[in-house]
Every structure is written in C-alpha cells, then in structure tokens.
DNA sequence: GGTATCTATATCGTTTCGATATATTCTACA
DNA sequence: TGTAGAATATATCGAAACGATATAGATACC
C-alpha cells in the first residue's frame, strides 16, 4: 500500500485537497501512516495523469486557491484491488527507544529527563485522541481510532511501569566498560 | 537516526558483519526499526569511509567469507553525540489497520479471514519473543523487549475484543453507497 | 536428484523523506 | 499599530531508504 492508494482511499470519504490530505496523514492515519508534502503532490499529480482523481482549482476567499481532488470510478476499482492485496507485516520507527537500548551509554539525568518528555507528550496526544473520538464515521474509522488510543495507552502504561529499568542501572553504572 | 547511526549502535554491542547487522534490525530491534540490505551495506561503506568503523575480510570454512565490522573510537563518538539528540515522534506503518479502515468496502469474509491471519501471526510472533527473552544483555536491551511484547499484547487483545465492529457492519452493509 | 533455506555481499531503479521556497491571511501580543 | 507566529496552500529537490534482484556455495529435507 503506497501513498498514492491511500490517498485513493482518503478520497472515497469525499473531496480533498493535497493540504486537507496531509491533515488526515497527521489525524487519524497517524497510527498507520505518515507522509510528507513530497510524497502527497507528486502521488496526487500521478493519480490525476492516470485518471484516476480529476482536479479542481477552487478560488477561496481569504485563503489561497486549492486543488480539490475527486476519485473517479477507475480510481474505486483501482483501490478496491489494492485492498485485496495481503497486507505486509507491521512497522515502527521508534527513535525513543532506540536511544533507550543505549541507556547505559548516557548520563542518569539525561534518561530520566528523556522519559519524562516523552511521557509528558504521549499523556497530551491521548487526551488530545480521547477529544476526537469520532461518533459518525465508518465502523474502520472507528476500530483504527480505537486501536490508535489502545497502542498509546500501552506504552504509556509499560513506560511508567518499567522506566526504573533503565533509569537505576543509569545510576548505578554510569559508564559500564563496554 | 538514520541507519548509519542505528549500525554504529549495534556494534557497541560487539563486532560484526553486515549480515548478523540485518538478523538483528529482524530480531530486537524488530519493534523500533527496520532496515534492509540495500541501506545496511551503503552505510557500512560509507562509516567504512568515514574512519567510524574497520573492516576485516574473515574467511570461514563451509560458508562464505564474511566482512566484519568493529567500530573505532571515533565511532564511538559519533555515537554518543547522536543520542543526545532529541528523538522525533515514533512512527508506525499498519497496512493491516489501513484496510480495516475501508472494511465496509470488503465482502465480510475477507476482513473475518483477514483479522484471523493477524492474530494467528500475532500469537505466532509473540510466543517466538517470549522464548528469546534476555536474560543478559543491557537493561536498556531488556526494556526494549518488553516493550515489544507488552506492544504486541495491546495489539492483540485489541482486536479480539473489537473485531466485531468491522465483522458486523460488514455482513449488515455489505455495500454501502459511500 | 531436486528444491528450499541459510549464509553472505552487492547493486539499482523507484519511492519516500525532509528541508526549503513562496505567498497570503489570521491571530495574539506588546 | 506593528509584528511575529501560526495556519492555509502548493511545489520542488537532493538525500535516504526501500524492495527487488543477482550471485554463489552449503546444508537439509523429501
């Protein structure tokens, strides 16, 4: 599944515009996906040369022009095919934890501080979830909200209950010899 | 962190060569990162031509040669100068959870086999981690795996209890006019 | 004997990232 | 009232990473 299918997929909830879909890759496809502007206009101005989106230019009053994207039927079949395919396993990308596998390589201080922050910031995303909790939507829009607050209430949750694990031995053995 | 970095890091954990790096972005450092061949043997190159690691050509009997890597001091430095760095928001691509999220889409059947095929490889992959739980190892590579696990648990208990949710209105809407 | 898996390195086209550029409007603050 | 910062909006480009493929000997299984 590559940018330019989920962008299809965005599409069947209705008309879009390149920023708007950026704004749902940082909503509620943040937990599956991300993707950046460099990746969404040249995914659109594809899908728009295969004909599967048409284009729009929209005048705004008070804000710039936009280009609100529609899905055409070739671009439902399209996507409807690629649901089909079998998904790939999951994948993160967690710098965080990275650095924590490395804690005894850093000052005690530094790896408690580190934890606060990121508990700091993960307690203010969720609250921030919880608020947006959509009501209407498709039952998938709910499942993967649902399933983007558990993930987050997880790690919470295993961070606050075993943070001691790297934060004593910072302590106790602020520069193992290894 | 780039994977330059993340190869730096696994060779504070001991030499090695470029293959053993990949068996391990497939084992402990599954849930935080991944990492193919094509950018493991560039950046080995390139920290190579960096004077961060050495490299030693090390013939084995019955298998192929193998390039092993140590890192150097100035490697080491590099290193620890990256972990200070603040790390940036943790990632996560699911196109399993990008499907759900257009299930209404889907005969009923395929998402039941679908959720099914996920949990079988689910329970499959956390029985595999909880055999290879270290009992050595640094306390940041323990806490690491938990996180893993604990992850992969919150997954999992997840969609058994919510599965219904994509299930049901797939079999009610089989073909909603979105 | 054949087929698949494992060990091992490497390349290459395509995709995606991340930073940057540009321009207008709205908001907040001193 | 000025101005700094955030939001809206599109776009490009070099660098990084992906993913598929090639090569090749060893082992293991049917």
Known sequence: MDIKT????????????????????EGELRHFYE???????????????????TCTEQAQVNRPDKKVYRITP???????????QKPPHDRARSDFMAILMFADLLPARHVSDLVDERLASGRKH???????TPRGGSPGRRFAHGYGVAMLE???????ENRHLVESEALLAPASGR
Chains 1, 2 share one sequence.
């Open 154 to 160: 997880a790690a919470i949750a295993y961070i606050e």
């Open 74 to 84: 070739a671009g439902r079949m399209a996507f409807l095919d690629a649901l089909q």
């Open 126 to 132: 969720l609250a921030d979830m919880r608020r947006r």
């Open 35 to 53: 993707a950046s502007f460099g990746s969404i206009y040249p995914a659109l101005m594809r899908l728009t040369k295969d004909g599967l989106v």
């Open 6 to 25: 989920l962008c299809l997929g965005l599409l069947t909830f209705g008309d879009a515009s390149g920023y708007e879909i950026k704004k749902s890759f």
